[in-house]
C-alpha cells in the first residue's frame, strides 16, 4: 500500500504523530486529476455509501408510495447524531411503511450527539435502536421490502432481493462489475462493499451532478436536494458533514465513513473527491479534507466559513490547556 502523509500532530511545536492515508480527486468522467498516495486503493466505503444504497428504494417508486419527504430521504443518506430531530423523523418513516423500530436489526448504541457535546448520558437514561446513527438507512431497507413484498426478518442478508439490488446498482454507477467489489458486515450489520478510492470518488462526482449523471439521474439528484438541503439530518449539530455542506452552500454534498473514510461531491466543479486515513483516525481525517479542498482552490478564506475549527485544531490535555496541534500536511500531486 502507498500512503502519503496526511496530517502531523505537534507537541510543544515538535512533530509527534504522523497519520498517513491516499487522497484521489476525479472529473464526472472518472478520469483522475489529483492524488496522494494510492488514488486506486481498496477502500471499504463505510457510510459513504448511503446515498448509494438508497437508491432501489427511490428507483420503484417507494418515496411516492410511503409519503417520504425530502426531510426523511435526508435521513437515508444519514449517519445521524441520534438527536429529537433525527428519531423522530425515523420514526415517521417506519410508521409510514407499516414498520417500527422492532423490525430495525441495526443494534443500539449511545447516541453520538453526547461524544460530540462531551458529556455521558444520565442515569437511567434509555435507547433504542432509532438512536442509532444507520436508523435511517434501516428504515429505508425496511421500506423497500415491504414495497417489493421481500422478507423483513433477512433484509440484511447478502442475498437479500435488496442486498443484491443495491451490490448491482452500486458497481454499475461506480463503472465496475458486480465481481470486482469486495464485502463485508459494516458496524450497522449490513453489507458494505469496498472498491478503489478513485471510484469512490466518481460515484460522488456522480451525485454531485445529480440529474446530469448518466445512470440513476433523478434518484441521484433528489438525494443530492436532500442532504444539501437538509445537511443537520444527514450530520448532526456539531458534526463535521453539517460543517462542510454549510460551507459549500448547497454546491457541495459530503459523507464521512468509519475508520477514517470521506467523500465529496462539487456540483460546480464536477469533482468528486474521496480520502482514507491509513490507521483509521478521525481526527486526521477532518484537517486533511479541508486541505485538499483548500489546495483545489475550493477554500480560499477557511476562516470564513464553518470550517475554521476543522482546519487546524488544537491538541489539548486533560486540564483543557494547547498543548500542540493536528495540522494537515497532505501535498496533492497533479496528473
Not at 9 to 17: D, K, L, N
Request: net charge neutral; aromatic share 6%.
Amino acid at each position: 500500500m502507498d500512503f502519503a502523509p496526511l496530517v502531523e500532530v505537534t507537541r510543544g511545536g515538535w512533530p509527534e504523530s504522523v497519520h498517513s492515508g491516499a487522497v484521489a480527486v476525479v472529473d464526472v468522467q472518472g478520469r483522475l486529476l489529483y492524488h496522494a498516495g494510492d488514488p486506486h486503493l481498496l477502500t471499504f466505503t463505510r457510510s459513504t455509501l448511503k446515498p448509494f444504497q438508497a437508491i432501489p428504494f427511490l428507483q420503484g417508486g417507494g418515496a411516492g408510495r410511503f409519503g417520504y419527504t425530502q426531510r426523511q430521504f435526508a435521513l437515508l443518506c444519514a449517519s445521524h447524531s441520534g438527536e429529537a430531530m433525527h428519531v423522530d423523523a425515523v420514526r415517521a418513516m417506519l410508521h409510514q411503511a407499516g414498520c417500527n423500530e422492532h423490525h430495525l436489526q441495526c443494534g443500539c448504541h449511545t447516541p453520538l450527539h453526547y461524544a460530540v457535546e462531551g458529556r455521558t448520558p444520565a442515569a437511567g437514561e434509555a435507547f433504542d435502536q432509532l438512536h442509532n446513527n444507520c436508523s435511517g438507512k434501516h428504515a429505508g431497507f425496511l421500506a423497500y421490502c415491504v414495497q417489493h413484498r421481500a422478507p423483513l426478518d433477512s433484509y440484511l442478508a447478502p442475498d437479500h432481493p435488496l442486498q443484491r439490488a443495491i451490490r448491482q446498482c452500486v458497481a454499475r454507477i461506480a463503472g465496475l462489475q458486480t465481481d470486482e467489489l469486495r464485502s463485508g458486515i459494516d458496524g450497522c450489520s449490513a453489507p458494505n462493499h469496498a472498491l478503489p478510492l478513485s471510484r469512490l470518488a466518481f460515484l460522488y462526482a456522480q451525485l454531485a451532478q445529480g440529474a446530469n449523471a448518466p445512470l440513476h439521474g433523478a434518484e441521484l439528484a433528489a438525494l443530492f436536494d436532500a442532504m444539501t438541503a437538509y445537511p443537520e439530518l444527514v450530520s448532526g449539530t456539531g458534526r463535521s458533514d453539517l460543517a462542510f455542506m454549510r460551507a459549500g452552500n448547497g454546491d457541495w454534498v459530503a459523507k464521512v465513513g468509519a475508520e477514517g473514510v470521506q467523500a465529496i461531491g462539487i456540483r460546480s466543479a464536477g469533482l468528486g473527491i474521496a480520502l482514507k486515513v491509513a490507521d483509521g483516525n478521525a481526527r486526521a481525517l477532518y484537517p486533511a479534507t479541508v486541505a485538499v479542498l483548500q489546495q483545489l482552490g475550493l477554500l480560499p478564506d477557511v476562516g470564513a466559513t464553518p470550517l475554521a475549527s476543522w482546519a487546524s485544531p488544537a491538541l489539548r490535555n486533560y486540564r483543557n490547556m494547547v498543548v500542540g496541534e493536528v495540522r494537515p500536511v497532505v501535498r496533492l500531486q497533479r496528473l
